[in-house]
């Protein structure tokens, strides 16, 4: 039987170039799905977007079972950060190839190479095929939630998108969380390869779903343009550039203060590689204009460039309390990963009532702007109360801070999105998209990255410099796992140990703070814009139809 369908009349430019080469207008009839159809394709949404967060969440528990493997201590960083690194360069990229290719298809492609990622990683026999795996799932989980935006704002109705974005939202925020639990289940019980093998039983029913309950509309084609075209818009160079200097970020930030010495000569010569290597994609994207894979034209409305660093900055709170809080609770309170994944559960449960109020309220009152300040003004309250923390806190002053921090992050950390697609002309929509994904996953690589330095730098310093007869490296070299660590250490020198751990993650969340503060001065900024009311549109849509119809009897 058929599903039912809701028909909006709508007026749309055809256009095939970035830079907005004039075109004939084409009227086009938007379908959205509704009902069980509507259920059906969410759900197809939501169980790839769970593979994906599960996915960047898992890892953080497998690596202590990955370096037992291949005793690679040097390679614990890129084991996470791969991932990142891909997410963040190609996020813009799968933008660019969902505007010009069928969008079922290429978000076929995305799960697909998570999969394969997948397989590589699981089966790896040394260190270098198992960052390899995680290189090749952060391309596809790039294309993933891309992809997962654009299918929301293409098959459901305008009204909707406050609420499903928000449902998407807080759907990947409880698989993130979920992830450290369930890996630490796969590496102590199982295998750390586990933690790879379960995307292919996950991965193959989303496939079939996306096959079978996908049905692209007609106002969701392709924009015509030639193979020569589409490979220019593309920016394979702009890519390229973007990635080589987060890489070059990643190995400056991994060795620095750790491996070797700030003032080492390939420390700064990957810093300046990442300087000179970022300059140029700046003026790739400049030259290449509408072809970029950051279109500038696209950053100039303040609307656009005042939500992308709200975003940016939003998640580096967000993920130093995601990655930071288990190490909390593992490696200085002693939690099982299982139990460090129960004691984030009041995070995870506030984040996703977040962003459910938000969804529903933005949708109901059409503003933005109120609620990415109101996000930003308790995320900021949240980070303070847990730089507060200390190593004997109690279950209520690391329960609370989660709390407040989980209900303000849910709060605004999907409207950014919300923003650009319900405010963006149809046309920009894919890339506008692509722009805040791309930042919401740099954030992930940068800030990441930086709270690793962060915390690895304080703590050798404070072992260092208060406990000489430890060794800093074989602190690093130990993990963050409950048991690893006291097994290592004992008496004063567990004690000393911890409370390195403990200077290390202050600062973190000291750096989590900055970010926090410096989003409430961006949401100021904001423009105070509200979203479109379709359902006025709509009503005088349907007079002027009646209208005619009188004047034709």
Known sequence: MAQPQQH?????????????????DK???????????????????CLNTALVGLELGIISTAIPGITDAFHRIQDVGWYGCATFLLVGSCASLWGKAYKYFNIKYAYLVSICLLIIGSIVS?????????????????????????????????????????????????????????????????????????????NLPLGGPVIVLVLLFLHMPKHAKPSPASAKEILLHLDFPGFTFLLASLVCLALALQRGGQTSSWSDGSTIATLVLWIVFTIIFVAIE????????????????????????YTFFCNAANYQIIFYM????????????????????????????????????????????????????????????????????????????????GFGLGLGNQVPMTAVQGLSKPEDMTSSSGIILMMQALSGAYFILIAQSIWANRLIHD???????????????????????????????????????????????????????????????????RLPDHNAAKATEQSAEAKDDSNEV
Not at 286 to 304: D, E, H, M, N, S
């Open 326 to 405: 288990p190490i909390y609770l593992q490696a200085v309170r002693g939690d099982s990963a299982i139990m460090s994944g129960v004691h984030l559960l009041p995070f995870l449960a506030f984040f996703a009532f977040g962003a459910m109020v938000s969804g529903a309220l933005a949708g109901k009152t059409r503003h933005l702007q109120p609620f990415e300040l109101a996000s930003a003004l308790l995320t900021t309250a949240g980070t303070a109360l847990l730089y507060t923390l200390e190593v004997d806190s109690s279950l209520a002053r690391y329960v609370g801070p989660q709390v407040l921090a």
């Open 286 to 309: 400049y030259f290449q204009g509408g072809k970029a894979i950051v279109p500038l034209r696209l950053l100039r409305p303040r609307l656009t460039w005042t939500n992308s660093l």
């Open 122 to 198: 699981a089966a790896a026999p040394n260190s270098t095929a198992v960052i390899v795996g995680r290189a090749i799932q952060g391309t596809g989980i790039g294309g993933s939630l891309s992809g997962s935006v654009i299918l929301i704002n293409l098959l459901s109705h305008p009204k909707l998108h406050p609420m499903l974005i928000g449902l998407w939202t807080a759907d990947f925020m409880i698989a993130t969380i979920l992830g450290p639990i369930i890996g630490g289940a796969f590496t102590t019980g199982v295998t750390w390869r586990w933690c790879f093998w379960i």
């Open 8 to 24: 909006e009349k709508d007026i749309a430019n055809a256009n095939h170039d970035d830079a907005g080469s004039p075109d004939l």
């Open 463 to 529: 072992i260092n410099t208060h406990h000489p007869g430890i060794s800093a490296q074989q602190v690093i070299a130990t993990g963050s796992g409950a048991d690893q660590i006291r097994s290592s250490f004992q008496g004063a020198d567990l004690t000393a140990v911890l409370d390195a751990y403990m200077v290390g993650i202050k600062d973190v969340f000291a750096f989590s703070l900055a970010a926090a503060a410096l989003t409430v001065i961006i949401a100021i900024i904001i423009p105070f814009q």
């Open 27 to 45: 009227a086009v009839t938007k379908e959205y799905a509704t009902g069980i159809k509507l259920v059906a394709v969410m759900l197809s949404i």
